[in-house]
């Protein structure tokens, strides 16, 4: 959701902000796995109840994320393997993150945090893997009140401020819901290519 509103605008503000990643050519493969680095670091101090640590970790890792394909597309460097890293570094740090998360409160004996860092888990790598499959039939398929901003900016928070278990129980409402949101726009969308193709194949008839 803040993506959608705001992607136009961060290239600008990372240009603005982190000048000196612009003085000479950077490989933005580099960024994003030092930034997939510092965030299962931070899934570890998750793990052993370092939750003020995990939560700067976690935002250190987000700033690299973040920045990765903005140096690509500055120094016109972007290719479909960077792309493909990057997703993928992605789903491997949101599952090691909230994993982390579980493995913390399983130790503590606190089952309901379990279950709620869980439902975080599952539905958020539904919500990916909803996008990816959708998108090798359609062009984009966005959407959703908790994107991987949303989800990673709440954690952070919850680990900083001492609030996780609020957190989880937003986070766990909803990403479920961005589940359903991201089959909806699915069915819609699909359905609306098999209403085209079979109205192009009366056509030819």
Same mark, same amino acid.
């Given at each position: 959701?803040?993506?959608?509103?705001?992607?136009?605008?961060?290239?600008?503000?990372?240009?603005?902000? /982190?000048?000196?990643?612009?003085?000479?050519?950077?490989?933005?493969?580099?960024?994003?796995?030092?930034?997939?680095?510092?965030?299962?670091?931070?899934?570890?101090?998750?793990? /052993?109840?370092?939750?003020p640590?995990?939560?700067?970790?976690?935002?250190?890792?987000?700033?690299?994320?973040?920045?990765?394909?903005?140096?690509?597309?500055?120094?016109?460097?972007?290719?479909?393997?960077?792309?493909?890293?990057?997703?993928t570094?992605?789903?491997?740090?949101?599952?090691?993150?909230?994993f982390?998360?579980?493995?913390?409160?399983?130790?503590?004996?606190?089952?309901?945090?379990?279950?709620?860092?869980?439902?975080?888990?599952?539905?958020?790598?539904?919500?990916?893997?909803?996008?990816?499959?959708a998108?090798?039939f359609?062009?984009?398929?966005?959407?959703?009140?908790?994107?991987?901003?949303?989800?990673?900016?709440?954690? +952070?928070?919850?680990?900083?401020?001492?609030?996780?278990?609020?957190?989880?129980?937003?986070?766990?409402?909803?990403?479920?819901?961005?589940? /359903?949101?991201?089959f909806?726009?699915?069915?819609?969308?699909?359905e609306?290519?098999?209403?085209?193709?079979?109205? +192009?194949?009366?056509?030819?008839?």
């Amino acid at each position: 959701m803040v993506k959608a509103k705001f992607g136009e605008k961060i290239d600008g503000w990372v240009h603005a902000l /982190f000048p000196f990643l612009f003085r000479r050519a950077i490989n933005p493969n580099l960024l994003t796995l030092l930034g997939t680095f510092v965030s299962v670091l931070a899934a570890v101090a998750f793990a /052993f109840g370092a939750f003020p640590l995990a939560g700067a970790l976690l935002i250190l890792g987000g700033l690299f994320d973040l920045v990765d394909g903005v140096v690509a597309r500055h120094f016109h460097v972007s290719t479909a393997f960077g792309a493909f890293l990057d997703s993928t570094m992605d789903r491997l740090v949101d599952m090691a993150v909230l994993f982390g998360i579980i493995v913390h409160y399983g130790i503590v004996g606190e089952l309901m945090s379990v279950l709620l860092a869980g439902t975080v888990l599952v539905s958020s790598v539904l919500t990916s893997y909803a996008k990816a499959r959708a998108e090798l039939f359609i062009e984009n398929l966005g959407g959703g009140i908790f994107e991987r901003g949303e989800r990673i900016v709440g954690i +952070a928070i919850g680990g900083l401020f001492g609030v996780m278990l609020p957190i989880l129980w937003i986070l766990a409402i909803g990403t479920t819901l961005t589940v /359903f949101q991201r089959f909806a726009g699915a069915y819609r969308k699909l359905e609306g290519l098999e209403l085209e193709a079979g109205t +192009a194949a009366g056509g030819k008839q």
